[in-house]
């Protein structure tokens, strides 16, 4: 979809469902129907109805009626694309099934693979459910147009929108939650989540000083021995849908349990907590707990707002569940474990063994940087748009602000 550019979707009848928080799907069907297609929307909650293009349709119904209804309304507007924000969600994955079923093109959109600069826009299905080749041959063998990856242009610090687009989001599916009132969302849906995006901030300030000086102990005093675990948003589906685990906290147990047991004396383990989860929780005492039983409190770090690609630049290995920030690993060359299904995890980028093995295994460890440069390519040019969700780049041919 990302390769043939939005005017691949001339002539469609395009319905959009589910978007991101904020006014994206809106100022997206100003593109497509720019690009001559006929698009349809529907809301499910206050949120969606605020921020949906005019003549959008309501579902007020359940769960149970949604299949009916999503049936119904594909036949009657003979849509051909369904377009959606997340694969996971309840009502996606109905409407998935069944417009799967019906021959009808799915295009997923999602936070990007490549960041800070980039979106995914996937056929079918993302992360776990990516149709991308899981095997290092296909890269390998790879022929690319280097000349279809145009030069990117940087979106720029996204938080203050994607915090005023939810404080809106949240209060509309508040007051229109009589309309509503079957929706059941992923996560609490009332304005009071604004509540943490503030309390987000104001911990931002507050880690700042309390871990002054903590990035210049990690990369003088104890470059390349120390292990860096980056935490996910604890409701992210790469967590519930593509792991094993039941949750952030079992995922860093077992790795605090298996660096304890396994890892050389002398090494670290510093967790990084994901700052789009800062406002919401707070693992510090439950990781004292751990180290404490495990007899590892001089070796464990727990930290926030540390810079990313220098802790990853001087880190000895990296050990995630699927988060994105495994490429950047990949990038600055840090051995990399994974411990769930990510689009990366292949011979000659990851390492493929044991966690217990990954420990001491890590220091021997070589990324193939021919292989993550195909890699990184085939992505960018397939199935990644130049943009945001939250904050349009400056261009005039897009209402969206993305650089297909």
Not at 319 to 342: F, Q, R, W, Y
Request: charged share 20%; hydrophobic share 40%.
């Amino acid at each position: 979809m990302v390769s043939f550019g939005i005017e691949s979707f001339k002539n469609k009848r395009v319905l959009m469902l589910q978007g991101p928080v904020g006014p994206f799907f809106k100022r997206l069907a100003q593109d497509l129907e720019n690009s001559g297609a006929e698009v349809f929307k529907i809301n499910f909650n206050g949120g969606d109805w605020f921020f949906s293009p005019e003549g959008s349709i309501d579902f007020s119904g359940n769960a149970q009626e949604w299949p009916d209804f999503f049936s119904t309304f594909l036949e009657q507007h003979r849509i051909d694309t369904v377009i959606l924000f997340g694969d996971c969600r309840e009502y996606h994955r109905l409407a998935h099934a069944i417009a799967h079923v019906n021959g009808i093109e799915i295009g997923v959109f999602e936070e990007g693979y490549v960041r800070p600069d980039y979106i995914t826009f996937e056929s079918f299905g993302v992360n776990g459910f990516s149709q991308l080749p899981r095997n290092r041959e296909f890269y390998d063998t790879l022929e690319q147009d280097k000349s279809a990856i145009v030069k990117t242009i940087p979106v720029g610090n996204t938080f203050y929108y994607a915090a005023w687009w939810a404080f809106l989001y949240y209060l509309f599916s508040a007051l229109m939650f009589p309309r509503f009132r079957h929706y059941r969302h992923h996560r609490p849906l009332n304005p009071w989540q604004v509540t943490y995006w503030i309390r987000a901030v104001w911990r931002k300030w507050l880690y700042r000083m309390t871990e002054s000086g903590v990035q210049e102990f990690l990369v003088t005093q104890t470059h390349k021995r120390y292990f860096l675990v980056p935490l996910q948003i604890s409701t992210d589906a790469q967590v519930c849908e593509h792991s094993s685990y039941s949750s952030v906290e079992n995922f860093f147990e077992r790795v605090i349990g298996s660096f304890a047991a396994h890892a050389p004396k002398e090494t670290l383990l510093v967790i990084k907590h994901h700052p789009l989860d800062r406002g919401y929780h707070d693992y510090a005492s439950l990781i004292e707990r751990m180290v404490t039983y495990y007899g590892v409190n001089a070796r464990v770090l727990y930290v926030h707002d540390q810079h990313l690609p220098t802790l990853l630049e001087h880190a000895l290995g990296v050990v995630l569940i699927n988060s994105t920030v495994g490429l950047s690993a990949i990038h600055h060359n840090t051995p990399l474990k994974v411990c769930g299904t990510a689009i990366y995890d292949m011979a000659g980028l990851t390492y493929q063994g044991e966690l217990e093995d990954f420990w001491n295994d890590a220091p021997s460890f070589i990324v193939d940087k021919k292989l993550y440069e195909q890699f990184k390519g085939y992505v960018i040019n397939q199935k990644q748009i130049n943009g945001s969700f939250y904050r349009r780049l400056d261009i005039a041919s897009s209402v969206s602000g993305l650089q297909w």
